[in-house]
């Protein structure tokens, strides 16, 4: 059974930053493409980052060049270190595993202004 643990949210400031952990459980990590998605309230959830087991990574336009994903498959954890926040990345982040319907609980991330 596969089970996601998310960590790291919280409050900071315009042009701060974060680092958030995806703790997985029940699955073969080393092999598996990682996904964080964020959840803005009123919107749709968005992809955010992607890694896949060789660890390439790609990243949607709103966050490239500010966010890196990267993976310690040795803790079977995956990173999102998020750089010079803007108060619209204020969300709930989430990571799946691509393939796997599995969600965590989410971490929550308000940047204040």
């Known amino acids: 059974q596969v089970q996601l643990v998310e960590s790291g949210g919280g409050l900071v400031q315009a042009g701060g930053f974060l680092k958030l952990s995806c703790k997985v459980t029940?699955?073969?990590?080393?092999?598996?493409?990682m996904r964080w998605y964020r959840q803005r309230p009123g919107a749709q959830r968005e992809c955010v980052a992607h890694?896949?087991?060789?660890?390439?990574?790609t990243y949607a336009t709103f966050v490239k060049g500010r966010f890196t994903v990267f993976r310690d498959n040795a803790e079977n954890t995956v990173y999102l270190q998020m750089n010079d926040l803007k108060p619209e990345d204020s969300a709930t982040y989430l990571c799946?595993?691509?393939?796997?319907?599995?969600w965590g609980q989410g971490t929550q991330v308000t940047v204040s202004s």
């Open positions: 799946t595993v691509l393939g796997c319907d599995t």
């Open positions: 029940g699955i073969a990590f080393s092999m598996r493409t």
């Open positions: 890694i896949n087991g060789d660890g390439l990574t």
